[in-house]
């Protein structure tokens, strides 16, 4: 399947702030729905954050309120805003957008995935 680079991943302490970027092609704008996943070590991969074609957007309850998903048509890039972290939120952090898996946490139905960006939160 076709590959995304998400980038923006690093290294901060509890509380921090980091902003992911995952450039999409733009003809999958209002077509596709998108999503950021993450796996931690010794842990299976969760979807965390979710946006449909039209706009709508869902969490994983673990970092609802913390987590923002959004697009910039205008730069073709999926962001993922992630405020207020804690060290549970280390993790590999990748992107994936597909045009039938909307709102999927099955990481294999999205036919566009990325190769990952590491966060790391210390405490």
């Known amino acids: 399947q076709a590959q995304l680079v998400e980038s923006g991943g690093g290294s901060v302490q509890s509380g921090g702030s980091l902003r992911l970027s995952c450039p999409v092609p733009a003809y999958t704008w209002n077509t596709y729905c998108m999503a950021w996943f993450r796996q931690a070590p010794g842990k299976e991969r969760e979807g965390v954050a979710f946006?449909?074609?039209?706009?709508?957007?869902r969490y994983a309850e673990s970092v609802k309120g913390r987590f923002t998903i959004s697009q910039d048509k205008a730069k073709n890039t999926l962001h993922l805003q992630m405020n207020s972290l804690d060290p549970e939120d280390t993790a590999m952090y990748y992107c994936?957008?597909?045009?039938?898996?909307?709102?999927?946490?099955?990481?294999?139905?999205?036919?566009?995935r990325g190769q990952g960006t590491q966060v790391t939160v210390s405490s």
């Open positions: 994936a957008i597909d045009w039938a898996a909307c709102g999927s946490r099955d990481w294999s139905t999205y036919n566009y």
């Open positions: 946006v449909d074609r039209d706009g709508t957007t």
